[in-house]
């Protein structure tokens, strides 16, 4: 059974570290051993039994830390199970319907022979940084579109799928 979990993550402001640290607290409650690590900061990814790797989605686009994440460690990932997450509509699309990972995750899914992807609302708060994003927010587009409760089931399911 695997017990030692890593969840890597890409973001600029914050909200899919948000997101991974809730995934990490629940696999928790779970009884795994889990770390919530920003991608970029990831020695290696050899010590875990189970890897879950996340990024924000900005302009059709994977995190840069979370793409860089999976190209430097592949050869690892691909020797154990991985799902992989994203976070970005900032609109209520992805509670209502299953998102399919933009190109850059799917070619990602096929080479690590990734469980599954999932799609997760975005947030975008005042202050974030980056001159898009800044717009974004002005423009009152921006907004937490994140639910706590899809996050906190898909990873329960994974967590059972590792525990059982």
């Known amino acids: ?18 997101i991974a640290e809730t995934i990490a607290e629940v696999l928790r409650e779970d009884g795994l051993t889990v770390d919530a690590l920003p991608a970029r900061s990831v020695p290696s990814a050899a010590p875990y039994d189970a890897v879950l790797v996340g990024g924000g989605l900005y302009a059709g686009r994977w995190h840069k830390d979370a793409r860089r994440f999976v190209r430097r460690h592949g050869k690892a990932l691909a020797e154990r199970p991985v799902w992989l997450f994203s976070s970005g509509p ?3 699309s992805a509670s209502e319907r299953d998102i399919p990972p933009v190109p850059g995750v799917k070619k990602a899914m096929a080479q690590l022979d990734a469980q599954e992807h999932i799609t997760f609302g975005g947030c975008l708060r ?4 980056g001159w898009v994003a800044r717009m974004i927010v002005r423009n009152g587009k921006g907004g937490d579109f994140r639910d706590f409760d899809q996050i906190k089931a898909w990873a329960a399911r994974i967590g059972q799928e590792l525990t059982s």
């Open 1 to 18: 059974m695997p017990t030692n979990v890593l969840v890597a993550y890409g973001t600029t402001n914050g909200s899919t570290a948000e």
């Open 90 to 92: 900032l609109d209520p």
């Open 126 to 129: 005042e202050g974030a940084k």
